[in-house]
């Protein structure tokens, strides 16, 4: 592969468990004795820390010789500016994946497993052994890829959140959420724990486990969403979280499809206390109280994961 002096590359990383420790702790002498007192093994966060940044030192080695390079930590995707022509490379667990992406305009991320005896990495096609090879394809337009179909909520005060996991619409805490629920034609006020709106590359998580406890209630084993659906489809699918039916509220519109003809609209009941957020990170939110109106359907932007 030749130097590129135009071409940027990005490696996003994220903070090892010992060190989110010692940042917690002062120094790693007090974090092991806190480990160790509570009968944690310290040499496996040791291993863990070292391990990945030996993968981190070998990804360096490869990309700075390439063109521009630039390692930014997971904290700082918020505020960075990812220009078009970036290449991503991704090297940490699942969610880092989820995380940059939602960040990027369609920009290729290729994700790197930097220990799959530890770590499963469903989202995570290579390993540290492959980078050279899916770079050099990816440089040359030549490399596969999987698209990935984003969420977007926008609310009627103009703010705006993408998802590329799931979006959680409901309360901050654990009480009812109370709101208006219109999709498709229909309109139904319903008081729950809150919706949770899946894409397909979320779909095997927290949108599964939802379904599969449901499946548990009623003893069936069987749906056709069980296993998930495809991280390209054009459509969404929400659920009610424990829908409470009353004289004012109902549990008709519970679970169904968003489409890009059909987005699904909620407005709030709710004095105070309501949330929306994205991916997990309750941290970002956006208000959700009385007055508010939030239409969650199909985004514009797409991600796009490198494959083999």
Not at 131 to 154: D, V
Not at 187 to 216: K, M, P
Request: aromatic content about 10%; glycine content about 8%; overall charge neutral.
């Amino acid at each position: 592969m030749q130097t590129n002096n135009q071409q940027r590359f990005i490696l996003i990383t994220r903070k090892t468990r010992l060190q989110e420790l010692v940042e917690r702790f002062n120094t790693w002498p007090q974090a092991k004795f806190y480990l160790e007192h509570n009968q944690i093994n310290a040499q496996d966060y040791l291993a863990e820390h070292d391990l990945y940044q030996q993968r981190l030192r070998e990804a360096e080695l490869i990309l700075k010789p390439l063109g521009r390079f630039q390692s930014l930590e997971r904290s700082f995707l918020p505020n960075y500016q990812f220009g078009s022509t970036d290449i991503i490379v991704v090297i940490g667990q699942d969610g880092l994946v989820a995380n940059t992406l939602k960040y990027l305009q369609g920009q290729p991320v290729i994700a790197i497993n930097p220990d799959p005896a530890r770590w499963d990495g469903k989202l995570l096609p290579f390993e540290m052994g492959d980078l050279k090879s899916a770079l050099e394809r990816t440089l040359n337009q030549a490399a596969a890829s999987k698209t990935i179909t984003f969420a977007e909520a926008k609310t009627n005060d103009g703010q705006s959140l993408l998802a590329v996991n799931d979006i959680f619409i409901g309360p901050k805490t654990h009480t009812s959420a109370r709101y208006a629920l219109e999709w498709e034609g229909q309109r139904e006020l319903q008081s729950s724990s809150g919706v949770i709106i899946s894409t397909g590359f979320g779909s095997t998580g927290w949108f599964r486990s939802i379904l599969a406890g449901a499946l548990g209630v009623t003893h069936q084993r069987k749906h056709e969403l069980l296993d998930g659906f495809a991280w390209d489809a054009k459509r969404l699918q929400f659920t009610v979280r424990e829908p409470f039916p009353s004289k004012t509220t109902g549990t008709n519109l519970v679970f169904g499809g968003i489409t890009v003809h059909t987005p699904l609209r909620l407005e709030s009941h709710m004095p105070e206390q309501g949330v929306i957020f994205s991916d997990g990170i309750e941290a970002d939110y956006l208000g959700f109280n009385s007055g508010m109106v939030v239409t969650v359907g199909v985004a514009k932007t797409q991600g796009c994961l490198v494959c083999h």
